[in-house]
């Protein structure tokens, strides 16, 4: 990056802090809900083949492609603090520098910004926030990359792939149980984000494309480091997780399993470091483990013991799914206990009833979130739990509107401005401060289904 340009970034970038995209919450963002994976990667290609891959990234009609995917994918502002619209302006001034110093090898990454994202189980994980010009620089590097690599990919890889999604993988896990394939080898790779070896990766990459200056520029990213409490900190191991590039590299490093693992025939699926193999016993599967172990050793990754067995289909989740037997012998997926806590967790954050929000306002935070989870766990074939869900949250949702109105006069003129009978609305306003047992049976039929329904709150049964 030029001169001109930082001193430019350093000028503007404190004062877009408080809006735009340096105003997102990436906390909140990661945690609204499951992972959708976007179908617009892999569009651009490139006019000479594996050759000059980098002049095909920068055209001016790729470049404008990856801004609009940049643009809609939102995220939270880099190192420089800068935001999609100061970003712009900033590169309106200098993106002839920038390119030029990208095509002769000069161009240096910025460090990623270091953001813990909680877990559920009260965990963290690790993201490395990209700069907003880094991202358009590496999604356009995606676009023309994409199209040349992932048809060599397994077709038992279905993570972060175009045309490919969650629901595929737990398909093919359940066609392989319904097969007889009873048994499963549920591997957990360890930190696997944070231990890619960058001289593997490389090695990897070249054998598939043949341009030094797109393997220089990669080679760039994965050692620009990150900053965490105002120091940049040098990394030798890891691609951090949170730009476009991320979840290409990381199957460009495993796909090396997965033809070992298709070479000798299994049967298996995996998405992004999530694997698993499916066999006929127990004694199979401990051989498989065997050699997953070593293949991974190769690579040097590690596999999470403690997280990873050799155990029965029907006791395992795979990417928040388990299996069941229903009548027939027939196998199907419903959603695992854990996810369905998370989701319960996750509804209650964002429910809480001490956030002095409207009902309105307060469907309007749930509905995308409801929305996302249930787009991703649709494939769960257990109709009575989705019904006991739509009941459990309307009946949360009860008890945040009497809390709303708090006082017992406020509820009995609320309930009977919306039609309640006498009987009920004295009833319901004389129990006022039992939220939770107070907002079921007598109001359920003043704050009905059909009352949910006009205020949005999506149904998941």
Not at 304 to 322: I, M, P, Q
């Amino acid at each position: 990056m030029s001169k001109a340009m930082r001193q430019m970034l350093e000028q503007s970038g404190r004062a877009g802090v408080a809006r735009g995209e340096a105003a997102s919450d990436p906390v909140s963002d990661e945690a609204r809900g499951p992972l959708v994976e976007h179908p617009g990667t892999g569009l651009a290609k490139s006019k000479a083949g594996t050759g000059g891959l980098l002049e095909a990234a920068l055209t001016r009609q790729n470049l404008q492609t990856a801004w609009k995917r940049v643009k809609a994918n939102k995220g939270a502002a880099g190192v420089d603090r800068l935001s999609i619209e100061q970003t712009a302006q900033v590169m309106r001034q200098h993106w002839p520098e920038t390119r030029q110093a990208l095509l002769t090898g000069r161009y240096r990454p910025s460090p990623v910004r270091k953001v813990m994202i909680p877990k559920p189980d009260g965990s963290q994980r690790e993201l490395g926030i990209p700069t907003v010009l880094d991202r358009l620089i590496q999604q356009a590097l995606l676009q023309v990359l994409q199209p040349l690599i992932d048809p060599t990919f397994s077709e038992h890889s279905h993570g972060f792939r175009p045309g490919r999604r969650a629901h595929d993988a737990v398909k093919a896990a359940r066609a392989y149980v319904q097969s007889g394939k009873r048994v499963v080898v549920d591997v957990d790779l360890a930190q696997f984000f944070d231990r890619v070896n960058h001289d593997i990766l490389i090695d990897r990459l070249r054998k598939r494309i043949n341009d030094a200056g797109v393997i220089r520029l990669i080679r760039a990213y994965l050692n620009a480091g990150i900053m965490d409490g105002g120091v940049v900190v040098d990394r030798h191991l890891g691609t951090p997780q949170g730009g476009p590039l991320s979840p290409l590299l990381a199957n460009v490093l495993l796909d090396e399993v997965d033809k070992a693992l298709e070479a000798r025939g299994y049967s298996f699926a995996r998405y992004a470091d999530d694997c698993n193999v499916y066999v006929g016993s127990h004694k199979a599967g401990e051989r498989v483990m065997a050699y997953l172990r070593r293949l991974y050793a190769g690579l040097k990754l590690q596999i999470n013991e403690a997280k990873s067995a050799v155990a029965s289909a029907f006791g395992r989740k795979f990417l928040g799914y388990t299996l069941w037997v229903a009548k027939g012998k027939e196998v199907k997926c419903k959603v695992a206990h854990k996810a369905l806590d998370n989701f319960k967790a996750r509804v209650r954050q964002l429910t809480r009833r001490s956030g002095g929000r409207s009902m309105e306002q307060t469907v309007e935070k749930l509905r995308p979130y409801l929305l996302g989870w249930k787009a991703y766990f649709g494939l769960a074939q257990t109709p009575k739990v989705w019904r006991e869900l739509d009941e459990w949250l309307r009946h949360r949702l009860r008890a945040i509107q009497l809390k709303h109105w708090n006082r017992s006069k406020t509820i009995y003129r609320e309930l009977k401005a919306m039609g309640a009978k006498e009987n009920v609305a004295k009833q319901v306003a004389g129990n006022c401060h039992r939220w939770w047992r107070n907002s079921a049976k007598l109001l359920n039929s003043v704050l009905s289904i059909a009352y949910f329904d006009r205020l949005g709150v999506p149904r998941l049964s």
